[in-house]
């Protein structure tokens, strides 16, 4: 046992905080009154406190760096850990520090822009040239893309408008779909798996005629046609094995088999070069010949 000479109370020494300088090893005293002590201290004190404290954060920032550094990597589970089980409160005192700092945030923005413009430009074309995500666009687009979710769970997918091929869009090619869905752009700006897809769909990038107007090495058939000719033949030229500018091409020429032109059986997929090849080289097949039987039908 041991008396406190602050409360005069005998007490445990366990009572007591260690204090090798004394004789006992404990402090005279009692852990109690100490603390009673502090916390008056700090209360009688609480500006004066609060100054130095300031004082020594503005002469040590790098010191403070440091050690918060320091600490986080040795201490990345218990973070980890503590955010997910205060996530609301996170979203609270953020959302909170934000609307009283709104003027200091506006400044900083200002400030950083400037003195980034570089850097920030190549991460807004980085960005754009992302990969989609699912959770962002699925509700934005129409039943033209039918998006779904990629295999990685976190993408989207969406049907090619030439040749119906599911592929994942970048963000940019995303955001001026929507833009066009919405009416905040003119034109269609639809959603092609390719290049070669792009030149050779008859919409793209007409404004007033289709491609079909003048004379092109693609004879237009249905979209609905053409995309289940290039699926059965797995996107791929049945003549040179090619997976650019694809074309759906009827075996036998249009003039000899009217009625069964919209047969898939009566089609195959041909790349632009073989597709031009067969057109110019196989009798029936000529532009010209075509051209012929077109004007036949509409005398």
Same mark, same amino acid.
């Given at each position: ?53 300031? =004082?020594?954060? $503005? +002469?040590? @920032?790098? *010191? /403070?760096?440091?050690?918060? %550094?320091?600490? #986080? !990597?040795? &201490?990345?589970?218990?973070?980890? =850990?503590?955010? $997910? +089980?205060? @996530?609301? *409160? /996170?979203?609270?005192?953020? %959302?909170?520090? #934000? !609307?009283? &700092?709104?003027?200091?945030?506006? =400044? ?12 920030? %430009? ?178």
């Amino acid at each position: 046992m041991k008396q406190c000479t602050k409360c005069k109370e005998w007490k445990e020494l366990a009572e007591f905080s260690k204090r090798k300088e004394s004789k006992d090893g404990h402090r005279s005293q009692c852990k109690q009154c100490v603390s009673k002590s502090k916390k008056y201290y700090y209360i009688k004190n609480k500006e004066q406190i609060k100054e130095y404290k300031k =004082e020594w954060c $503005e +002469n040590n @920032k790098e *010191q /403070i760096k440091e050690y918060q %550094k320091e600490w #986080r !990597e040795n &201490n990345k589970e218990q973070i980890k =850990e503590w955010r $997910e +089980n205060n @996530k609301e *409160q /996170i979203k609270e005192r953020s %959302k909170e520090w #934000r !609307e009283n &700092n709104k003027d200091h945030i506006k =400044e900083y923005i200002k400030e950083y822009r400037g003195n980034n413009k570089e850097q920030i %430009k190549d991460q807004i074309k980085e960005y754009s040239k992302s990969n989609a995500k699912y959770e962002l666009y699925k509700d934005k687009l129409t039943i033209d893309e039918s998006p779904r979710l990629n295999e990685n769970g976190i993408s989207i997918e969406v049907k090619c408008r030439y040749c119906g091929k599911y592929f994942i869009p970048t963000i940019s090619q995303i955001q001026h779909r929507t833009y066009a869905l919405n009416g905040q752009t003119p034109g269609e700006h639809s959603l092609y798996c390719s290049n070669g897809c792009k030149e050779s769909c008859p919409i793209y990038n007409q404004s007033k005629w289709p491609k079909g107007h003048k004379p092109a090495t693609s004879r237009e058939v249905q979209p609905e046609l053409r995309q289940m000719v290039l699926l059965r033949d797995n996107y791929e030229c049945q003549e040179c094995g090619s997976t650019e500018s694809l074309h759906c091409h009827h075996i036998w020429p249009l003039n000899e088999s009217p009625i069964t032109s919209a047969d898939v059986d009566e089609c195959v997929t041909l790349c632009k070069s073989c597709h031009k090849w067969v057109h110019m080289n196989v009798d029936g097949c000529g532009y010209g010949e075509m051209r012929e039987y077109d004007c036949d039908i509409l005398t």
